[in-house]
Antibody
Framework: QVQLVESGGGVVQPGTSLKLSCAAS????????MDWVRQAPGKGLDWVALISYDGSDVYYADSVKGRFTISRDNSKNTLYLQMNSLRSDDTAVYYC????????????WGQGTLVTVSS | EIVMTQSPATLSVSPGERVTLSCRASESLNSHLAWYQQKPGQAPRLLIN???TGATGIPARFSGSGFGTEFTLTISSVQSEDSAVYYC?????????FGQGTKVEIK
């Protein structure tokens, strides 16, 4: 079955960097666009970034553009999110999510990894 | 950016009741709308996409309808396990955006 396992979260200081990973299994990873979606504590869902199946197209929320970079390694079935210049309002659970075959809705989600930005 | 507005914010219902959740978009989405269920401490689960297509394994009591800017998620006979927050999401325009959620509480 489809599994998405995020890692790399933790507590970091403002202005520093962190790289999240999402290991995928149970489906043809290279055939699907993938996204990162975050959720601040007690808040709603907030889309962060999208990468096409082959990595040729990427899109970002304005709030992270220029600071975050989404990438993928299809040979390793792994999705990444490089987060630079972190701010306190980036504190959230970060989920990787698989798109469906025909839509940009998300039929599978990881369990999430918590990123806390605090001095 | 398309703004998604859900109503009501909270709903308290008894088991067996019919529940209707609303989602309104600031611009037309055609049918490019999804609904998710999220329980505490869990990741969201896809219920409906393309406004009315049930996702795999979703109980038949969940249904979606609507087109353009007005959408509805209906639970025909709510069960205790349906206690959760429900989000709508549009994917007709980038950036993708979510509603703020409707919390469904079971009495």
């Amino acid at each position: 079955q489809v599994q998405l396992v995020e890692s790399g979260g933790g507590v970091v200081q403002p202005g520093t960097s962190l790289k999240l990973s999402c290991a995928a299994s149970g489906f043809s990873f290279s055939g699907y666009a993938m996204d990162w979606v975050r959720q601040a504590p007690g808040k709603g869902l907030d889309w962060v970034a999208l990468i096409s199946y082959d990595g040729s197209d990427v899109y970002y929320a304005d709030s992270v553009k220029g600071r975050f970079t989404i990438s993928r390694d299809n040979s390793k079935n792994t999705l990444y999110l490089q987060m630079n210049s972190l701010r306190s309002d980036d504190t959230a659970v970060y989920y990787c999510a698989k798109t469906t075959a025909t839509t940009t809705s998300f039929d599978h989600w990881g369990q999430g990894t918590l990123v806390t930005v605090s001095s | 950016e398309i703004v998604m507005t859900q109503s009501p914010a909270t709903l308290s219902v008894s088991p067996g009741e019919r529940v209707t959740l609303s989602c309104r978009a600031s611009e037309s989405l055609n049918s490019h709308l999804a609904w998710y269920q999220q329980k505490p401490g869990q990741a969201p689960r896809l219920l409906i996409n393309d406004a009315s297509t049930g996702a795999t394994g979703i109980p038949a009591r969940f249904s979606g309808s609507g087109f353009g800017t007005e959408f509805t998620l209906t639970i025909s006979s709510v069960q205790s396990e349906d206690s959760a927050v429900y989000y709508c999401q549009q994917y007709n325009h980038r950036p993708l955006t979510f509603g703020q959620g409707t919390k469904v509480e079971i009495k």
